[in-house]
């Protein structure tokens, strides 16, 4: 199915907000793709072929990552991230949308759905992250230290790139070289990401709470891996007992990056939960 691809930026808040908008020929449904945290749109690389044979699909770089901007000027609290995935679903004129979030962009999607529920027609978390408290005080005052944002690299450079993928992946044969350079090439050009990684410690607030999460009543389908490190199971269970309207589908033989290892079945669940229920009575 020929589609059209635009790849834009938009400004906010003193930032360029990188995005890919995939424009489906004759669909009018649309799926926005939130990634994780110290990732980009890589992680969907698998997903993104398939789901563009059905649906209008918008892939966003969150700021600081992947090719957006990394000022210390913006705010990298969840709150003004989702306001920002607001801004643009908004300027792409984009109604009725569903999010796709994976861990923390799991955590922006339910922020969204939380603050424009009228602009979200269902919500799909992957291993999302969720009830994380706001970071330790001692780590807030850290973060203003000069030069902090040089332990920040450190810190990042001793755990590696392939020890952090060995973590999120059930079968570490998948790990090629594409993949490595995919996830560590951001982190390679200058030390402006780990100024704004820095800022994000001081700007990040806590996870929506149990009584918030319990208000949302978008329709929300939860798929999680079995030996997920990263974000157990279950955290999943927990949220599938807060929100509402949601259902749990648990992987087998899956980590916690289920768009990288699982994209097929990812997208099976995905059709069947967005496809139109019958509400015709049946006549015999």
């Known amino acids: 199915m020929e589609h059209t691809l635009e790849k834009s930026h938009f400004e906010m808040d003193q930032i360029h907000v990188y995005y890919e ?11 926005v793709l939130l990634h994780g945290f110290l990732s980009s749109t890589f992680s969907y690389r698998r997903l993104i072929p398939l789901l563009c044979e059905d649906f209008n699909v918008i892939t966003i770089d969150l700021p600081p990552f992947g090719k957006s901007g ?48 009228d602009l979200i027609e269902k919500c799909i978390l992957l291993c999302s992250s969720g ?12 973060s203003y230290i000069p030069f902090f944002y ?15 993928l060995q973590n999120v992946v059930y079968d570490h044969k998948m790990i090629d070289d594409e993949m490595l350079y995919g996830y560590l090439q951001p982190f390679i050009e200058d030390n402006e990401i780990f100024k704004a990684l820095t800022k994000m410690i001081r700007d ?29 199971v279950q955290i999943g ?13 648990i992987l087998k033989d899956t980590g916690h990056l289920v768009p990288e290892e699982r994209p097929e079945e990812v997208l099976n669940h ?13 006549t015999h």
């Open 21 to 31: 908008l995939f424009n489906h020929p004759t669909s009018e449904k649309t799926v």
């Open 70 to 117: 990394k000022t210390t000027y913006y705010s990298y609290s969840y709150q003004n991230l989702a306001l920002t995935v607001i801004r643009l679903v908004e300027k792409l004129g984009k109604k009725n949308v569903t999010l796709i979030g994976h861990s923390m962009g799991g955590q922006i999607s339910l922020n969204i759905c939380y603050q424009r529920p």
């Open 131 to 142: 009830y994380l408290k706001r970071s330790k005080p001692y780590l807030i005052a850290s």
């Open 150 to 164: 040089l332990y920040v690299k450190f810190w990042l450079a001793r755990s590696g790139v392939r020890k952090n």
């Open 204 to 232: 990040r607030e806590g996870d929506l709470s149990s009584a918030q999460l319990q208000t949302i009543e978008t329709p929300s389908l939860l798929i999680w891996g079995e030996h997920d490190k990263v974000v157990p």
């Open 237 to 249: 269970k927990k949220l599938n007992r807060d929100l509402k309207s949601s259902e749990l589908i």
């Open 270 to 282: 995905i059709k069947k939960f967005l496809q139109p229920k019958n509400t015709t009575p049946l």
